[in-house]
Structures are given as C-alpha cells and as structure tokens.
C-alpha cells in the first residue's frame, strides 16, 4: 500500500504561481510514474501531469504545457508540481496518484488539494 498526502493549495490571484506537493508514504520503492489530475466543479476528472520514476520522462496535458512543471524528489518521496500563469480555468482539486511498478494504471490517490484562481 502507498499513502499519498498532497499540500499547497489555496487562493491565488490569475497570473499568479502556485506549487503544489505529494508526499508518499509506505511501499514507495514498488512506485513507477507519479501524476496528477484535476477535477473542477460539474466536470469529470482530468489528466494533468506525469513523471517517471528516474524523472526522465514527463508528460502533459496540452492545457498546462508551458505553464506547470511536473518534479520529483525520491530521496523525499515527493512529486511537485509547480504551476505559473494561474488562469480561472485552473481551478479544480488537484490529485496526486502513483502507479505501482508494473501496473498500467494508477493505482494510489491521494484526497486532493483545492486550486482557487480568482480573475
């Protein structure tokens, strides 16, 4: 089992930057790619960011391309995402998820971390 904790969100005005956190806890060795979704009000749950293990490979959403910075940190078992250019259509909760080594799915979710970005 894998415990995700995700940290940083808040209120932040169009323009503005925020960087957001997920620390992992338990059976981190047996992780492969970390991600993070969104899901805003009245919308389905959608794909931001991904990082492989090594960081090596990242992938976006073409919505934050240029924007967002997907990161890690094994030796502190966190992923991060940091986020530049806020705009309103940014605000959703955040979720953190990790895939189990050689699973193709992701299998662990944190409880999400609210986004407000005001106009």
């Known amino acids: 089992q894998v415990q995700l904790v995700e940290s940083g969100g808040g209120l932040v005005q169009a323009g503005g930057s925020l960087r957001l956190s997920c620390a992992a806890s338990?059976?981190?060795?047996?992780?492969?790619?970390m991600g993070w979704f969104r899901q805003a009000p009245g919308k389905e749950r959608e794909f931001v960011a991904t990082?492989?293990?090594?960081?090596?490979?990242?992938y976006y959403a073409d919505s934050v391309k240029g924007r967002f910075t997907i990161s890690r940190d094994n030796a502190k078992n966190t992923a991060y995402l940091q986020m530049n250019s806020l705009k309103p259509e940014d605000t959703a909760v955040y979720y953190c998820?990790?895939?189990?080594?050689?699973?193709?799915?992701?299998?662990?979710w944190g409880q999400g971390t609210q986004v407000t970005v005001s106009s």
């Open positions: 998820a990790v895939q189990a080594s050689g699973s193709n799915k992701y299998d662990y």
């Open positions: 338990g059976r981190t060795s047996s992780t492969a790619f």
């Open positions: 990082i492989s293990w090594s960081g090596g490979r990242t």
